[in-house]
Structure formats: structure tokens, C-alpha cells
């Protein structure tokens, strides 16, 4: 090979960061503009050497179980380490070493996606304790309801007490206020044993802003692009090749050295990447070959508005390989024409036939002109599954993201929260809860972060208000950096007591018992079709026989003429003479 065909090195997650070799630890830090690297210990101090790839190497003895240390850069003030793996004192103190357990013997449940049924979940607002141990404690709950599969939010290292985590600014750090990385462990291991598959959220479409010390290290980030959350991450410019690398493995870390069973990656089309290759696409690749010989498959589920289907196509077709994405536009179209709600985004929306739409194809908008965008969105392309697309009633956006982070059972009832809720479930996609819908819980979801500096607060607080601004329907909000903020959004268990909940969450249960029975998700697409307020969709030759799904989308009752052979699930409707009424926001599962 000549002298100028050289490959970059082969970064892997076990040389980023710490890793200890016996009685050393051995430190590795990207930082290709520095001149001197130290790394400090206590009274230790060890000087780092560099490659011509820009990446230092340092040894350390490792004389006690606990390694705290930081890095000084050409003998300025030492600073965390990117790659950090615990954060114990929060993002501004020392970085911790941790040891791993062999990763080799870490167990996994590999996620078949079309008998999924997905619970997303945030740790500091699930239960009581807001940590890790806390989830455990509540599995029981969520195997008794049906689901297989648990998606946290993200747990990557913000500042402060709360967050809803998607201001992390250390990737490879789990978040110090929800527990150690044992704890984790612990978590995931007690979700196997259960047969839980368990996901996490990631986000490698920016980093949050305190506490972030990536600059520092090197050209962590494009000058090419931004993002709505800041700037753009590198992947496409000069340095480029190790931070691609950096990400890459850090999803890889997860779903090795913690045992993850999928990721799902926020919010997608915000990574812009001009490479021959699209960093999604040497991801999805880099994580397959990764697994390849060891029976795990990891799934990897992208979040995107741009209803854009070669995210979920294969690399083969020119796609990027993930294996799902979310489907806004199956939310979106039913809850607005159940709530009539036609403001923001959702003045795209409100016809019954998009329902119909949705529920047939999953994207509504793939090449029609959208009027909130002034733009044509999406691509009609109808290669891909049903089991690709992730739909829902309520997810941390929908109720987060509104000015009074309000569930739906708060603005529009339970009945109407409910009939969406059944259309969710019972759709030929694959279904998310959000946590505390089962509960038909009104506890809000409020926007929330906790930070020490009172001008970024401020700065959050204004921001949040303005984003809202267009809105005519905006009551008294709660600033995200009120305590009452993150105390609000905890979920209330204690409605566990009440028959009216007891009634909501049996609902749930059976509508997640008939879905697994009648083996949704598998391929089988109904006949749907829509008549005045009811929508059918006729699900034939399912295990269970045929099946016909009837939602009424609106708050005045409609009837069936003929008397349902056999009902299986009924809301609101019952038997009307020699047919059946379906009332307002009603549900009826029949079975032929």
C-alpha cells in the first residue's frame, strides 16, 4: 500500500475513554489541536502522548476501586472527560473509571417487532424514587398490562436533578441523580429476566449546552450547520472521522456493555451528514456487523417528520437500515378530527379521510403539499412494513410539547383519549403507551430542567413561552425551571386505587390482549373505510377469525344495522334493537 493509502484507525467503544488493563487504567481522549494533555488524579498526574490521528493515550496505576480524574489540556483548567462513564458529582466535577462486567455474558431479549407493544417511559417522572431501582418496582405493572417492550428516555449525563434528558453532554454517562451504572445494570438484567426487551433513547443530533466541554476538545461540531437545539454535530467536515466514530460506538456501548436491546434515535432528520455515506447508514451497518455472530439483533427505531421511507429501507435499496420510525402522522390525523383541534401543526390535519389514510398506509403526508410547511413533505415510496412503523396516542411531544403539557383526558376526556388510544392499538403498526396513559391519568408532562445558572433559566423560560406564542389557546404555563415543573409530571400511582382507573387500565389490558390474539403487526393490512362518524377497518383471516375494529371519531352516536355476531371488546356501544349503537367516542371489536 503506498504511503498515502491509509485507513483512519479502527475506533471502537473500548478505546474511547477509560478502559483498565489490570492494575492500570488506560486513559484515551480525542483532542487533535492540543499540545499537552495531562491526566489528573488527586495528587497524580500523567502525561498523555498523541498520534497523528489527533488521539492521546495515558496510564494510570489504579491503586484504590474508586478513579476519579479530570484532563487538562495544554495546561489550562481540567475539565471532565467527553467519554466519561459516571459523572458522580454532575457535569461539572471529576469523571469516574467504571469496570464492566464482561460484556460477553450479558443477556438480551431480541425485539420481534410485530408482537411489540412498546411502554416509553422517563425515569425521574415514572416512579416515586425517579431512578432506575424505581422502574424495577413498577415491571410487574407492565408485564400484568401486556407490554414486551420498554423504551426510557434518555439517560445520558445533564446537569442538575431533572431533565427530560435530551440536554445530555455526555453520552457515555449514565445520569448521577437515577442511579450508578450498577444500577442500570441491575435494571436491565431484572427487564431480561421478565422477558422485557428494553430500549433506550439516544440523541445524536446535538449536545445540550451546560456543561459541555466538547470544544474544548476538539471539532466536535459543524460550522457548516444548525440545528433548532443548537449546533449541528461534525459529520460530514474536516476531523470528521472521529466523531462519526465517537457516536457510532457510543451505540454500540449501549447496547453492549448495558445489555440494551434497541435504540431509538431522536429526532433523526435534525443530523445533517453530506458523506457518501450517511452517518445513519454506517450506524445501522457498523451495529449489524458488530452483533453478527452473537445471536443478539439489536433494533434501531428513528424518529423523523420528514415521512421519508428510506430511512427504514435496506442500505441495498439505497436506504439507511433502521428497522423502524415513528409515524406522527397516525397521531396527528386522529387527534384531530377527535379533539377538532386545528392549530400549529395540526392544520394539516382534521379530514376523517386522512384517519382512513393513516390507517391504511401509516403516512398521510408522502409527496402532498403541506399548508403549515408551504412545502411538499415526504416521498411516496410503499416499500416497507407494517411492523416498521411505530404509532401512538400520546408520546412525551404530544403531551410535552403542548403550552399546558396537558394529557388528553385533561382537554379532551377520556372517551375521546380513549377511542384514539384503541385505534393505536389496533392498527396494523406497531403501538406505544406512553407512560401513565393506562392510568387515564391527568397528570401533565411539563417541560422541566434544573440548572444552577439563573440567566440560562430565565433564558429557557422566555424560550418556552415564545415557542408558544402563535397560539391563542395558551393558559398559565409552568416555567420549566420551576420545581413544580418536574413535581407535577410525576406519575400518581395511587390512582391505582380507584375503580374508574382500575376500569381504564382493564381496557387497556384487553385491547392489548386482542391485538396479540388476532397477531397485528405480522403483515396482515385491513379494509378500512369510513361512513359519517364511524370508522371500520376489517381485519380478515386473522387467528382469531375476521375481525371488524369500529371507532366512532366523533361525540355523537351512530349505529350498525345488523347485530354484531360476537363482541369481543365494547366501549360506549351496546346493543340497540336488532343492531348495535355505537355513542360518542365509542369502540366495538367484533368478531365474525
Not at 311 to 327: F, K
Not at 407 to 413: K, N
Amino acid at each position: 500500500m503506498s504511503s498515502w493509502q491509509r485507513d483512519f484507525p479502527e475506533i471502537t467503544y473500548r478505546n474511547i475513554g477509560p478502559s483498565i488493563a489490570g492494575s492500570e487504567v488506560v486513559f484515551r481522549t480525542w483532542a487533535p489541536f492540543a499540545r499537552k494533555l495531562e491526566i489528573l488524579s488527586g495528587h497524580h498526574r500523567t502525561e498523555a502522548s498523541k498520534n497523528d490521528f489527533g488521539m492521546w493515550q495515558g496510564y494510570m496505576i489504579r491503586a484504590d476501586d474508586i478513579l476519579d480524574y479530570k484532563i487538562s489540556i495544554d495546561g489550562c483548567a481540567a475539565l471532565p472527560d467527553p467519554a466519561s462513564r459516571f459523572q458522580p458529582e454532575g457535569v461539572f466535577g471529576p469523571s469516574r473509571v467504571i469496570q464492566f462486567p464482561d460484556h460477553t455474558s450479558r443477556s438480551f431479549v431480541n425485539i420481534h417487532m410485530p408482537s411489540t407493544v412498546i411502554y416509553e417511559l422517563h425515569t425521574g417522572t415514572f416512579s416515586s424514587q425517579g431512578t432506575f431501582s424505581g422502574i424495577g418496582e413498577r415491571l410487574d405493572h407492565l408485564a400484568d398490562l401486556g407490554i414486551n417492550a420498554i423504551e426510557i428516555m434518555p439517560i445520558s449525563q445533564f446537569e442538575g436533578r431533572w431533565n427530560w434528558g435530551y440536554d445530555g453532554v455526555f453520552p457515555y454517562a449514565v445520569q448521577n441523580t437515577y442511579g450508578t451504572p450498577d444500577d442500570l445494570l441491575e435494571l436491565i438484567e431484572k427487564a431480561h429476566s421478565m422477558n422485557f426487551s428494553v430500549i433506550l433513547d439516544v440523541v445524536y443530533n446535538h449536545l445540550g449546552p451546560r456543561g459541555n466541554i466538547f470544544s474544548s476538545f476538539g471539532p466536535f461540531f459543524s460550522k457548516k450547520y444548525m440545528t433548532p437545539w443548537g449546533q449541528s454535530l461534525n459529520f460530514d467536515g474536516e476531523w470528521s472521522d472521529y466523531v462519526r466514530a465517537f457516536f457510532i460506538q457510543n451505540a454500540i456501548f449501549w447496547l453492549d456493555a448495558y445489555g440494551f436491546d434497541g435504540l431509538r434515535l431522536d429526532a433523526i432528520h435534525g443530523i445533517v451528514d453530506n458523506s457518501p455515506a450517511h452517518f445513519l447508514e454506517e450506524l445501522t451497518r457498523t451495529v449489524k456487523k458488530h452483533f453478527q455472530d452473537t445471536g443478539k439483533r439489536p433494533v434501531i427505531i428513528g424518529e423523523s417528520d420528514l415521512n421519508n421511507p428510506r430511512v427504514i429501507q435496506d442500505i441495498d435499496m439505497g436506504g439507511y437500515g433502521l428497522d423502524a420510525q415513528w409515524c406522527d402522522d397516525f397521531h396527528h390525523s386522529f387527534h384531530s378530527v377527535v379533539t377538532g383541534e386545528k392549530q400549529g401543526y395540526y392544520s394539516d390535519y382534521g379530514e376523517p379521510e386522512q384517519a382512513v389514510e393513516t390507517f391504511r398506509h401509516g403516512f398521510v403526508y408522502s409527496g402532498v403539499y403541506s399548508r403549515f410547511l408551504h412545502r411538499t413533505r415526504g416521498y411516496r415510496d410503499m416499500r416497507y412494513r407494517n411492523d416498521q412503523l411505530v404509532v401512538f396516542a400520546q408520546d412525551h411531544d404530544q403531551v410535552g410539547n403542548r403550552p399546558g403539557s396537558e394529557r388528553p383526558t385533561s382537554y379532551a376526556g377520556l372517551d375521546a383519549s380513549m377511542v384514539i388510544a384503541a385505534a393505536a392499538i389496533l392498527s396494523p403498526y406497531i403501538p406505544m403507551l406512553f407512560m401513565g396513559e393506562e392510568l387515564g391519568t391527568k397528570s401533565p408532562f411539563w417541560f422541566f430542567i434544573d440548572t444552577s445558572d439563573s440567566s440560562f433559566a430565565s433564558a429557557v423560560d422566555k424560550g418556552r413561552r415564545e415557542e408558544f406564542s402563535y397560539l391563542d389557546w395558551v393558559g398559565d404555563c409552568i416555567a420549566p425551571s420551576d420545581p413544580r415543573a418536574y413535581m407535577e409530571s410525576r406519575i400518581a400511582w395511587d390512582e391505582l386505587d380507584s375503580d374508574s382507573t382500575k376500569k381504564v387500565l382493564g381496557e387497556y389490558r384487553d385491547l392489548i390482549s386482542i391485538r396479540k390474539r388476532m397477531n397485528l403487526g405480522s403483515g396482515i393490512r385491513p379494509m378500512v373505510k369510513i361512513e359519517g362518524n364511524l370508522l371500520t377497518a376489517k381485519y380478515s383471516g386473522t387467528p382469531i377469525g375476521d375481525i371488524q375494529c369500529i371507532f366512532n371519531l366523533s361525540d355523537k352516536p351512530a349505529g350498525i344495522s345488523e347485530l354484531p355476531a360476537r363482541i369481543l371488546f365494547s366501549r360506549n356501544s351496546r346493543k340497540l334493537g336488532d343492531g348495535y349503537l355505537i355513542e360518542s367516542h365509542g369502540v366495538a371489536i367484533i368478531q365474525k
